[in-house]
């Protein structure tokens, strides 16, 4: 699993469009069908630059989050509201927190980023090891019904913030054996009609089914509540369906 550094400094700017309000209102959502007691403690894996963990933290939730991005975590520490937050540079596969949570979070597709099976069962087990009897796991993912009925392709994002440019070209390959899509991103940056900066990314994702995610419950001691349309509680998902969010109790 790479470490997105470089991706850093761009990364609020290409997902500026991302409404982490929203998000966090759906999460809470989640909290409120599916937690035994109120949630009052969260622990965000994969936090990027703090997009949900800051606004729940606003919100009155304690906070820890992690990223394995230094500078990730250097973006989310400058940002309004970032005391409320304990951030931590670690992985999400061998971390430990030296206590236990009501919830969970694995937001942004964090999990499809586990490629291996043992990846996967160490970020499930990761997960199970921080919560506290009856506490929800809550991720979003790439569905794999929908990404290998309609496989991703190239496509060109341009952002424009100010006089700069931003422009992310994306190449895409699905491996259908080891069910794992190779992404490459090509960004180039202009400012003032000057190219400031050009580099490529390979993100390797892997979209998830929804008998896996049952197993890998089940090896770590947790069980499989839902899975909805991203955004869609209590709706069921389907080849149409991207993005998918499961949710898991502790067992």
Known sequence: MKVFDRYAALYDDIYKDKDY?????????????????????????????????LILASRGYSVDALDRSAEMLRVARSKPLAERVTFHNADLRDFSLGKTVDIVLGMFAVMSYMTSNQDLRKAFETARKHLKPGGLFVFDSWFGPAVFSDPPAARLKEVVNGNRRILRYTY???????????????????????????????????????QEVIHLGELSGLELLETCPFMHLGEPPGTGTWNSCFVLRAR
């Open 21 to 53: 309000s929203a998000e966090c209102d759906f999460l809470e959502s989640i909290f409120l069908a599916y937690a035994h007691k109120p949630v009052n403690s969260v622990l965000d894996c994969g936090c990027g630059t703090g997009g949900h963990a």
């Open 172 to 210: 895409a390959g699905l491996d259908a054996v080891t069910q794992v899509a190779a992404i490459r991103f090509k960004t180039i940056v202009i400012e003032g009609g000057r190219l400031i900066e050009e580099f490529d990314e390979l993100h390797e994702v892997r979209p998830l089914f929804v």
